[in-house]
């Protein structure tokens, strides 16, 4: 079989990477197509998987967006028409259901960001659409999901993926501990993850971040993750001197082990984290999402979008980290099976 995996953006290599890899060893070939957004072709490049650039990202302008979306998605049937995929399947592409139903091919398409508009179009065009178990079926509704093709899979969609990376993350949990008590100058490494500015669904406000960042970077060691290079810019101002900028892509082996408090103000990295039992606040700044308040409601992590200095330092001084929630890292298996088996026509 061959299957296209559209990768539009840097939390979706994570989220498929292992599933790549066994596909393949089972013998099915696989087509990888991205574009250049965030961090997603220095992931793609940190797991060795090959891949091609198709189209390009259009910013936060949204009527840019509206029209680059034609551009990609005959851009994207250009490219693979020659290839006879049999199934596409992405994780919010909202390219792919569409270039698959010009393709005739069966479509997959899983998304758990209800605030999404790109959802409309995605949701009509899916062959079949795969949705967290909590996912508002109203909202779904909304959006024109057809309740037929709609399939809940358990838990949150990073447990799809972090349930396989457990066993290395604790251990190099452990290594990092003793690492840190060996080393008793060390200051708390809190890593901070800025607002997503180029994002359709995003109304929060922008650079809110450089207070708090001004406030702690002489007492804590901080590491900003930012997306994007323009973002990475602002941050290189001369009054954020002392805060390492990271502009390459760091794995969850490498950031989670050394983390001590974990500050996010998007989706994804602020949930893994949670999910790894890292201590994490959230200061996303617009209105959340089903995903995030199912975790709240468990929590996993603390919501403080006007979040301070002192009440960031005064909350890292009482943080301890947790064990992994192992119940969504089972759910989390079961989900990444039922994935696998929806690719495969079972």
Same mark, same amino acid.
């Given at each position: @079989? ?8 840097? &939390? ?8 790549? *890899? ?33 189209? !390009? ?52 398409? @899983? ?36 309740? *037929? ?25 452990a290594v990092a501990s003793d690492a ?40 804590? =060691? ?15 101002? &001369? $009054? ?17 082990? =050394? ?9 994804? @990295?602020?949930? !893994? ?12 700044? =617009?209105e959340l999402l089903d995903v995030d308040?199912?975790?709240? !409601? ?19 001084? *009482? ?6 929630? *192992? ?12 994935? $696998? ?6």
């Open positions: @079989m061959k299957i296209w995996f559209d990768l539009s953006n840097s &939390p979706h290599i994570n989220l498929f990477a292992h599933l790549i *890899r066994e596909l393949e060893a089972e013998g099915h070939e696989i087509v990888i197509t991205c574009r250049p957004l965030a961090n997603t072709i220095d992931l793609l490049e940190l797991h060795k998987l090959p891949y091609k650039v198709v189209g !390009e990202h259009y910013g936060g302008n949204f009527y840019k967006k509206v029209f680059g979306y034609p551009i990609r998605v005959l851009q994207l049937r250009s490219y693979l028409a020659p290839k006879h995929i049999d199934v596409a399947i992405s994780q919010s592409s909202f390219h792919s259901p569409l270039v698959a139903r010009l393709l005739g091919v069966r479509s997959i398409y @899983m998304n758990d960001n209800e605030h999404a508009m790109g959802n409309v179009p995605s949701f009509f065009f899916a062959s079949r659409i795969l949705v967290p178990e909590f996912l508002s079926a109203q909202k779904l509704r909304k959006q024109w999901a057809d309740p *037929r093709k709609v399939d809940n899979y358990p838990g949150v969609k990073e447990g799809i993926y972090l349930w396989k990376l457990q066993d290395t993350l604790s251990a190099a949990s840190a008590q060996r080393s008793p100058t060390r200051k708390p490494h809190v890593y901070i993850r800025p607002e997503p500015w180029t994002a359709q669904y995003y109304k929060g406000s922008k650079d809110f971040l450089d207070d708090l960042l001004l406030g702690i970077k002489d007492d804590v =060691d901080v590491i900003l993750l930012p997306r994007g290079k323009a973002q990475g810019e602002h941050y290189r101002d &001369p $009054k954020f001197t002392g805060i390492r900028i990271v502009d390459t892509a760091l794995d969850i082996a490498d950031i989670a082990p =050394d983390c001590d408090l974990f500050v996010g103000a998007g989706g994804t @990295m602020t949930r !893994e984290m949670a999910v790894l039992g890292v201590p994490t606040i959230s200061v996303y700044q =617009d308040r199912y975790l709240l !409601e468990q929590e996993a992590f603390m919501h403080q979008p006007h979040l301070t200095a002192a009440e960031l330092l005064d909350y890292l001084a *009482r943080a301890t980290r947790r064990p992994a929630n *192992r119940s969504l890292l089972e759910k989390g298996r079961k989900a990444y099976l039922q994935i $696998k088996q929806a690719i495969l026509g079972r």
